[in-house]
């Protein structure tokens, strides 16, 4: 007896109309940037960007139907240069029959430079009508030419109202409702992650359950389906997003999105040694000595996780972000340090004050090295007031402290030596 084929659900209930995508309003409801392309009869070539499972495959291959376009899939990760020339090929004489195409070529980001160069001929003739997916940032991931004659689309990750449509359509094709609590229900959202393909497949396994199964809450959810990982790569530009997110929150001193972010990279299998590392940076960066005992805690963190290894020494680095992001800040020095080297660059190479030169041979005492110079810690207060500026160069002031933390009695100290150096000046 021949076996059924069975479909996966996902496939199931892939949408038949462009009405019918969930999750992607801005770009297909009715002022959608879609929706106006097509009104206008102009569909142009597109790079659909977004993560997994929201739809890009669904939307090119309705694009096609909607605009009256032969529909052709190429994948990259499995197409070659041969694949490529052979639809450029059958799109021509498609188009010399008074036919269009459009091609959709899912993971564009893996195809090289010179395959991506290959495009741009059969886009600028209108053989074809590109439709390419990425999870990469376009910025980074293609040609700068390709990207000149596509429209960037970004597709969203589906939230909560999204995820829940899926599930009751998913019910209403399985003719029963899911053996699901309240919050194990809202526990498989949050499990697929954004991800409508992940939720369907995971729904694919409550369904077999036997109908008397009692719901499920959280933890009978979890012992059933593996949690998906969260989309993290680190060679990637969720890497960058993510440590951009984390150095931010602790510039804005939210302590618990600091230690959210934090976990986030963690759960990701970040290399904690890396974040130990931008929190050293941060240190300095954003607090400088607003807070000095900063830079100190950032390190002991970093060699406590060397000394523990993981998970225990994740804890420090989680008692670093906290300091961190509850110090007071201050990027007076990262400026002043910037303001310096702008300075140095533009004033080349002017030697040092004369009186401030050392003098260990008598040619250099006759030059005058080192003559009227006064030796502070003999001079009233402990200060000299001289001037140790580059000669021809005028005094600059780069190091600005702010009125936060510990640079509060710095622009004191500050204050009081532009006093006494202004009563000593010659």
């Keep these: 007896m021949r076996r059924r084929e069975v479909i996966p659900l996902a496939d199931r209930l892939r949408p038949q109309s462009l009405v019918d995508v969930v999750g992607q309003d801005h770009l297909l409801g009715p002022a959608g940037t879609i929706t106006r ?34 529909f052709v899939q190429l994948s ?19 188009r010399d029959g008074g036919g269009g195409t459009l091609l959709f070529v899912d993971e564009i980001h893996r195809f090289n430079r010179a395959q991506q160069d290959g495009f741009l001929p059969v886009v600028e003739t209108g053989t074809i009508t590109l439709v390419g997916a990425t999870t ?29 449509l899926l599930l009751s359509r998913a019910e209403t094709a399985a003719g029963r409702t899911l053996p699901l609590l309240a919050e194990g229900r809202a526990a498989l959202r949050a499990m697929a992650d954004g991800d409508g393909r992940y939720l369907l497949n995971m729904v694919e396994q409550l369904v077999l359950l036997p109908a008397e199964t009692p719901p499920l809450d959280p933890a009978g959810l979890a012992e059933l389906l593996a949690r998906r990982a969260a989309l993290y790569d680190k060679d990637r530009e969720e890497h960058y997003n993510l440590i951009s997110a984390l150095h931010k929150s602790l510039r804005g001193s939210d302590a618990d999105a600091a230690l959210y972010w934090y976990a986030r990279m963690t759960a990701g299998g970040e290399d904690p040694r890396f974040i130990a590392r931008r929190l050293v940076r941060f240190a300095v960066e954003d607090i400088g000595l607003a807070d000095p005992n900063a830079l100190g805690q950032a390190l002991a963190a970093w060699q406590a996780y060397e000394r523990l290894g993981s998970p225990e020494g994740e804890l420090a680095i989680a008692q670093s972000v906290l300091y961190l992001a509850t110090a007071p800040k201050s990027n007076a020095a990262y400026v002043a340090f910037g303001e310096a080297q702008a300075a140095a660059r533009a004033t080349g190479s002017k030697m040092p004050p004369a009186h401030i030169l050392n003098a260990p041979t008598t040619l250099m005492k006759r030059l005058g090295y080192g003559q009227g110079y006064a030796y502070d810690h003999d001079t009233a207060d402990a200060f000299s007031g001289q001037d140790y500026f580059p000669e021809g160069m005028a005094r600059a002031q780069f190091y600005r402290p702010a009125e936060r933390g510990f640079e509060r009695e710095i622009v004191k100290r500050l204050a009081y030596w532009a006093k006494l150096r202004a009563g000593r000046r010659p």
């Design 37 to 70: 392309m097509l009104e206008r009869g102009s569909l142009a070539s597109l790079i659909l960007w977004g993560p997994p499972g929201v739809g890009k495959t669904t939307i090119a291959r309705l694009l096609a139907a909607r605009a009256g376009l032969v």
């Design 76 to 94: 990259a990760v499995f197409s070659g240069v041969a694949d490529l020339r052979r639809a450029f090929d059958e799109a021509a004489r498609r």
């Design 136 to 164: 990469e940032n376009p910025s980074f991931a293609l040609n700068g030419a390709l990207l000149s004659r596509c429209q960037v689309l970004v597709l969203r990750r589906l939230d909560d109202a999204a995820l829940d």
